[in-house]
């Protein structure tokens, strides 16, 4: 069974400060995509980033990055700098099949408030 | 990049009506979408994955009969929710995933808030 885990329900911290939001998954496939998307109050969900289990590259985007450990099979997110309207729920995310039915498992959540 | 157009965005019904929620993919032919389920300050909830000619497969403990599935094109999937109870007032979204390219990749909509009064 596939499962991810985001054991932080709710962050808040000061503008400009940096904020790290936890993901942690299970999954017996070796091939895996990992995902982060935001959904701000509006609802839609705004996709971030999307790994496969064969790249463990960390990546940096803007005041965005991320941090694939295999190891300890965490996906981590860290804003850098934070904004107020970087005030959203951020959902981690596993898919395990390469296949147009291969299915999205989110995390529980984590919302961040980013206070000015 | 592909976009996924969801409809309506708000709605209200009254109770024991049935609302239908389209999800369009309007660049792209999408043989699977997918819908999910989100409670407030909840995840979203898989709750069935929606195959273009064919039977939806629903998630263990979604009521077929309650919330039905329709794929009937490429680039179109509907759920109708039946019946309608204040139970089933939740945030819908719907998901496509495009079939010709990366099929790794989903996109949403921007979500369906039902209010059942």
């Known amino acids: 069974a596939q499962k991810v885990t985001q054991a932080q329900t709710e962050i808040s911290v000061v503008e400009k400060e940096d904020v790290t939001l936890d993901c942690v998954y299970e999954?017996?496939?070796?091939?895996?995509?990992l995902f982060w998307y935001k959904q701000p109050p509006s609802g839609e969900l705004v996709f971030l980033i999307r790994r496969n289990s064969f790249d463990e590259q960390n990546e940096i985007s803007g005041r965005y990055s991320w941090n694939f450990q295999k190891s300890t099979s965490s996906f981590n997110f860290t804003i850098t700098a934070s904004q107020v309207v970087d005030s959203a729920v951020y959902f981690c995310a596993l898919s395990v099949l390469y296949s147009s039915a291969s299915k999205i498992i989110f995390g529980s959540g984590t919302r961040l408030s980013i206070r000015p | 990049g592909a976009v996924v157009s969801q409809h309506p965005s708000r709605v209200i019904c009254k109770s024991g009506t049935s609302v239908k929620i389209e999800c369009r993919s309007l660049d792209f032919q999408a043989t699977t979408m997918f819908w999910y389920r989100q409670f407030p300050k909840k995840s979203l909830m898989l709750m069935a994955t929606?195959?273009?000619?064919?039977?939806?497969?629903?998630e263990q403990g979604v009521e077929k009969d309650k919330f039905l599935i329709n794929h009937a094109s490429l680039t179109l999937s509907t759920l109708t929710v039946t019946s309608a109870h204040p139970e089933d007032s939740s945030f819908y979204i719907c998901?496509?995933?495009?079939?010709?390219?990366?099929?790794?990749?989903?996109?949403f909509g921007q979500g369906t808030r039902l209010t059942v009064v």
């Open positions: 998901s496509a995933k495009n079939g010709q390219e990366d099929a790794t990749e989903a996109f």
């Open positions: 929606s195959n273009e000619g064919s039977k939806a497969t629903y």
């Open positions: 999954t017996r496939d070796t091939t895996y995509y």
